[in-house]
Each structure stands twice: as C-alpha cells, then as structure tokens.
C-alpha cells in the first residue's frame, strides 16, 4: 500500500499534555510560604487528587455559581474572584497576580504564619500580641485558610456595597431635583448594577446558608480530622493539636471509649465550625440588608418620579381641554362668520348696519356660556383641577 498503509502512532499523555492550557497557581503551605506554578489541570488533579468536574467548578470561563465543597482531601472553593483547593496542609489558589487575588495571597502568608510578627500588633491584638497567634495554632490549617478566604469575599462585597451606595444616593437626589434624560440614564445604570451586586452577594449568602443547615456538610470540611484518623486509627498519636489539647475532650479519649470520644469530638468540631460561618453569614446578611435598603429607596424615588409625570400629564390634559374649547367656541364664530358670508340677497341686509354689532355681541355670549359649561362638566369630572 506504500505511504498510504503507514500507521501513526501518537502517545496520548504527550497529546494531553500539548493540548492542555497552563494555568497560574500559587501554593501556600502552613508557615505561609508560597510557590508559584505554572502548570495545566491534570497536573493540579493528581497533586491533590480532585476529580475534574470538582476541578471545573474553578475555571472562571464557566459561570458556576458560588461553592464551598468538601470533599475526602480537599475543599473546593469558588467565591467571585476567590478560586482554591485548600487541603490539610497547603492552599492552592488560581491567578495568584489577579489585581482581586494579591491581597488574599498576602493576608494568607500573615495568617498561615505560625510565628509572624505581622500577624500580631494589628487592632484589637496589640493589647493581647499572643490570643491570635494562639487561635491560629489550635484552629485547624483548613480553617484558617477558609476564614482568611470567607473575610476577604465579605469585605470585598461589602466595599463595592458601600461604593454603590455613594454613587446611588446623591445621584437618586439629584433625580428627585431635576427630572432629565441624563438623571435618568444615570439611575438606570446603577440600578443594573445593583440588581447584578446584588445577585452576587445573593450567591454566596444562600451558600453560607445552605452549608449552615447541614451538618453532614460541614463535617466533611474537617480535612485535619479525616487525615488523623486515616493516618493512626488506634493509637491516635498522630492526631493534630488542636484534637489532642482540647481539655474537655481529651480526657475522655480511651482506647476503650474512642468511638464515643470521637462522636462528641465531631459534634464539637461542627458547633466550632458553626459559630464560624454564622459570623461571616451574618456579615454578608448585613450586606444583602444594605442592598435590600437601597432598592426600597430607589422603588419609593420612581413612585415619586411617576406622580410627578403624572402631575405633567394632567396638567397637559388641562391645556388641552382649554385649547379644545377654545377651538370649539371659535368654530361658533366661524359658522355665524359662513352663514352671513354667503352670496344670497337679504333685504335686512340694506341699511341695518346695527345688525353686525348684535350679531357678534350674541355669538360672543353663547361662546362665553358654552365655554363655561364645558369647564364646569370638566371640573365637576374631575378631569382638571379646580
């Protein structure tokens, strides 16, 4: 067959490897220390074995909603521009120089921290330097980084909540002062972008909800917990401190009453881990309640706008029933005007010149009089003011 009977043989990881994109990643261990990478998706799904429709929820070009997802070793996280994989010993987060992302990149290296300075001295820790760094070193690694990320994602909406506001309330004044096209153009845009800020913090919000009402969900996010009892299921000597200090639960840990130590450690955990998120939920609540506020005042600015609009329409009906009264008292001249005009011999129209005066001094009373009965039925209608 010559040429035509050759077979090409192309090995497949190769290919994968050709056609997959490359994506930035910035890898932050527990002494807050960060790598950058530079690698495509199959290499982040066996670094922390993730299947790649978890994996997919992060690619910014699909529009997933906002998630928090525990899975066995890792929490999926997608909150706006906030996209990691956070396991028991590291953070992986996407486009690590996204002008969003910098700043959660630097909070997490002072909070992963176990020994900064940074991380001590700053508002309410300068009078107690050591409560946070204590806090930090009990709390597991996971939940360190999900409270840096949920912090970050609140004030993140909470600014652009308070920039909205600025924006919205004078011009919503200057609307209320000066009905025009620009006033109105303005107030449009804003309005949009409230309902969209405002579909945004809805997001997150329902996730923090959702998440709150089950506590099976909430288990699954302790990785520390999971990985201490994969790792040392009887002797427990590998368990993390924040399992092992722990002065209520401790002593009831046994190798005769384990399971019962671990049940009640479990239900610890996710009331630990519900006080957390209930904070942040209630911050993002308050969110939602200023946007909810803002739309009250902008539906109670177009009532105002729509009564006056229909202030000017009745008042241009008014000049339009005057003008057509006008019209029909004139077309009462106009037919006495015809009917005198018209080419047909009259005797009385031979030295009777007084005639003309009592002809327009009639026709003026009936269009006088026929003009205020039109004005009496409209006000007594109520199609005009009075």
Request: negative net charge; glycine residues 4%.
């Amino acid at each position: 067959m010559g040429r035509d009977g050759f077979i090409l043989s192309v090995d497949q990881s190769s290919l994968m490897k050709k056609t997959a994109v490359s994506t930035s990643w910035v890898i932050l261990d527990n002494r807050g220390q960060s790598t950058m990478l530079d690698v495509d998706k199959y290499v982040i799904m066996r670094r922390v074995q993730i299947h790649a429709r978890d994996l997919r929820i992060l690619d910014p070009m699909l529009s997933y909603p906002s998630t928090i997802l525990g899975r066995e070793k890792v929490i999926v996280l997608n909150l706006e521009h906030i996209k990691a994989i956070i396991t028991a010993e590291e953070v992986l987060l996407r486009d690590p120089m996204d002008d969003n992302v910098i700043p959660i990149v630097e909070q997490l290296q002072r909070r992963l921290a176990p020994d900064n300075p940074i991380s001590q001295g700053q508002g309410e820790e300068e009078e107690h330097p050591g409560v946070r760094n204590d806090i930090d070193t009990e709390f597991p690694f996971e939940f360190r980084a999900l409270e840096v990320a949920l912090e970050a994602i609140c004030s993140f909406l909470d600014a652009r909540t308070r920039e909205l506001e600025n924006d919205t309330y004078p011009a919503l004044d200057e609307l209320t002062s000066k009905i025009s096209s620009r006033n109105l153009d303005r107030v449009r845009k804003l309005k949009s972008a409230m309902t969209r800020l405002t579909n945004r913090v809805q997001k997150v919000r329902d996730e923090l909800e959702q998440l709150l009402d089950d506590d099976e969900d909430m288990a699954d996010l302790y990785l520390s917990r999971k990985l201490a009892v994969a790792s040392s299921p009887v002797s427990g000597s590998g368990a993390p401190n924040w399992f092992v200090n722990s002065p209520t639960i401790g002593s009831k840990i046994s190798r005769t009453s384990r399971a019962s130590a671990a049940t009640t450690q479990e239900e610890n955990d996710v009331e630990e881990l519900e006080m957390l998120l209930e904070a942040y939920f209630m911050q993002i609540d308050g969110t939602l309640n200023k946007l909810t506020t803002l739309r009250e005042y902008i539906d109670d600015t177009e009532d105002y706008i729509n009564i006056q609009l229909d202030n000017h329409r009745n008042q241009l009906i008014q000049l339009e029933l005057f003008l057509s009264s006008g019209t029909v008292c004139l077309s009462v001249y106009s037919l006495v005007a015809a009917i005198f005009g018209m080419n047909i011999p009259y005797t009385w129209k031979n030295d009777h010149g007084y005639v003309f005066k009592w002809v327009v001094i009639i026709t003026g009373i009936v269009c006088a009089s026929l003009f205020s009965v039109i004005i009496f039925y409209a006000r007594h209608k109520g199609l005009v003011g009075s």
